[in-house]
């Protein structure tokens, strides 16, 4: 993956499917400049034009105008198709940590996460997040085909035994009917 652009895509991205939806979105963005008489080359000052014709989100437009012109330049009208089809091909093979949550994280939870991950296990990881409301306390993660539950209902079933001797008197108590 070196030299490729989806390596600079993840500099600005943790979770898998931000990656899927950026990759789709800069497709957007060269079909509109590439087939909307815009001409042959792709400038920065076209992600106006782009914002204001397909009315996408403030999160996006930051997006592509903060993508280097360096990346910017890669796409070329005959080419840009492929150059995406491989960034798809290429996110297929990152390292993923597959982590489930009782709720969804805020987005700077998330980042700090993907910070983490990309600083203490590996520079290429992407995050794959999902939600499982029967996961009342804690979160799971999968990292190489490993699940580690740090769920409470785990911890209660594995620490079953030692719980009920803790929570059980030893002598009965007295005065209570």
């Given amino acids: 993956m070196i030299d ?8 600005c991205t943790y979770i898998r499917s931000d990656l899927v939806y950026r990759i789709s979105l800069l497709g ?12 042959p080359f792709v400038k920065k000052d076209m992600v106006d034009h782009f914002a204001n014709q397909r009315k996408e989100t403030p999160q996006d437009i ?8 360096s990346f910017i330049e890669i796409f070329k ?13 290429e996110l297929q093979h ?3 940590l597959s982590i489930t ?3 969804e994280l805020p987005t700077e939870q998330m980042g700090t996460i993907g910070k983490w991950a990309r600083e203490s296990i590996d ?3 992407v995050l794959d997040i999902s939600i499982d409301e029967t996961i009342s306390v804690g979160c799971r993660f999968v990292w190489k085909d490993i699940l580690y539950d740090f769920s409470l209902e785990h ?11 803790r929570l059980t008197p030893s002598t009965p108590l007295v005065g209570h009917t």
């Fill in 155 to 165: 911890y209660f079933g594995s620490h079953e035994k030692e719980l009920y001797t």
């Fill in 101 to 103: 949550a009782p709720v």
């Fill in 28 to 39: 957007e963005f060269f079909d509109f400049i590439f087939f909307t008489d815009r001409g």
């Fill in 77 to 89: 009208r005959d080419s840009f198709r492929k150059v995406l089809d491989k960034m798809s091909e």
């Fill in 4 to 11: 490729s652009p989806l390596t600079s895509l993840i500099q």
């Fill in 94 to 96: 990152l390292p993923t």
């Fill in 62 to 69: 930051d997006f592509l105008k903060d993508l280097p012109q």
């Fill in 123 to 125: 520079p290429n990881v």
